[in-house]
């Protein structure tokens, strides 16, 4: 059946708790969690997706960093607005202007994403060096702008875009592109697909991926060959580009065998330990 958008507050309400803040950027309510102690790690989550695909590297990694994590515009908590335009430039502008609003305009700090975030974590570091001191990248994108494979893929579906996306608003629907993109099917819990469900169904939310999809990314993946900063990509091995970061100097990569899409939900432990003996 048709899934209509869910108001705003209904699932702010429902999915934000006592590490939920708002801060307001080029007039946007940008949701936003902080927590822990040390060197900062700024990570950005998939199109499609929110903040919450992290919470299980949480535990494992405020002990060593201050683990900053946002929604990115027009994703999970963060409304979609009508004056941003959802272009790489635009993210990249917006994480410069949000960094700097948490205290980090005038000190490094990590970066990394997964995805459409691991994306903007590489072009943000390629233009910015200065401010990153180290570069993690999950089943990163941006080597070929044609197709992305993340747990919602956005490459352009045409006039139907939006009505296959309000059948992917199913409970039905979710469970089954989980199924699809997940090496480690045990996490597919019935409280996975309904949260899964509600932040993608949140207003706004699947309208941002079909402009995604119409709006093609700059790219600037020539140009990855100057990114010194040291970078680790960590690879699930059912769904990776084993050659994306050859080109990058200073690169450490990990493949995790049988892992799809999101190798911080499905192996969680292993590859946050990862994450943390590359950074320190």
């Known amino acids: 059946m048709f899934k209509l958008d869910t108001p705003l507050a209904i699932t702010a309400k429902n999915h934000s708790d006592e590490f939920s803040k708002f801060i307001t950027i080029d007039k946007m309510n940008i949701h936003y969690k902080e927590e822990g102690d040390g060197t900062p790690l700024v990570l950005l989550h998939d199109a499609g997706t929110t903040l919450n695909i992290w919470d299980e590297w949480l535990p494992i990694l405020t002990p060593h960093f201050k683990v900053i994590r946002l929604d990115l515009p027009g994703f999970g908590l963060s409304p979609k607005s009508?004056?941003?335009?959802?272009?790489?430039?635009?993210?990249?502008?917006?994480?410069?202007?949000?960094?700097?609003?948490?205290?980090?305009?005038l000190e490094m700090f990590h970066i990394g994403g997964i995805g459409f975030g691991g994306h903007l974590a590489w072009q943000y570091t390629l233009l910015h060096p200065h401010k990153i001191l180290k570069l993690l990248l999950v089943n990163p994108q941006g080597q070929n702008l044609d197709k992305t494979n993340g747990l919602f893929p956005f490459e352009n579906k045409g006039r139907f875009a939006r009505f296959i996306l309000r059948w992917k608003g199913s409970q039905r629907a979710i469970k089954k592109q989980l199924i699809k993109s997940l090496g480690n099917q045990?996490?597919?819990?019935?409280?996975?697909?309904?949260?899964?469900?509600?932040?993608?169904?949140?207003?706004?939310?699947?309208?941002?991926?079909?402009?995604?999809?119409?709006?093609?990314?700059?790219?600037?993946?020539?140009?990855?060959?100057?990114?010194?900063?040291?970078?680790?990509?960590?690879?699930?091995?059912?769904?990776?580009?084993?050659?994306?970061?050859?080109?990058?100097?200073?690169?450490?990569?990990k493949i995790y065998d049988g892992i799809g899409a999101l190798p911080m939900l499905e192996l969680p432990e292993q590859t946050a330990k990862d994450v943390i003996a590359f950074l320190s």
């Open 186 to 253: 045990s996490v597919i819990t019935d409280k996975l697909v309904k949260q899964t469900q509600e932040l993608l169904i949140c207003k706004g939310n699947r309208k941002s991926l079909i402009i995604l999809a119409q709006n093609p990314l700059k790219n600037r993946y020539d140009k990855i060959s100057k990114i010194e900063i040291p970078t680790f990509i960590q690879y699930g091995s059912l769904n990776t580009n084993k050659d994306f970061g050859r080109r990058i100097p200073n690169v450490k990569s």
């Open 82 to 105: 009508e004056k941003f335009n959802y272009k790489m430039d635009s993210y990249i502008y917006f994480i410069k202007k949000f960094t700097a609003t948490m205290g980090l305009g």
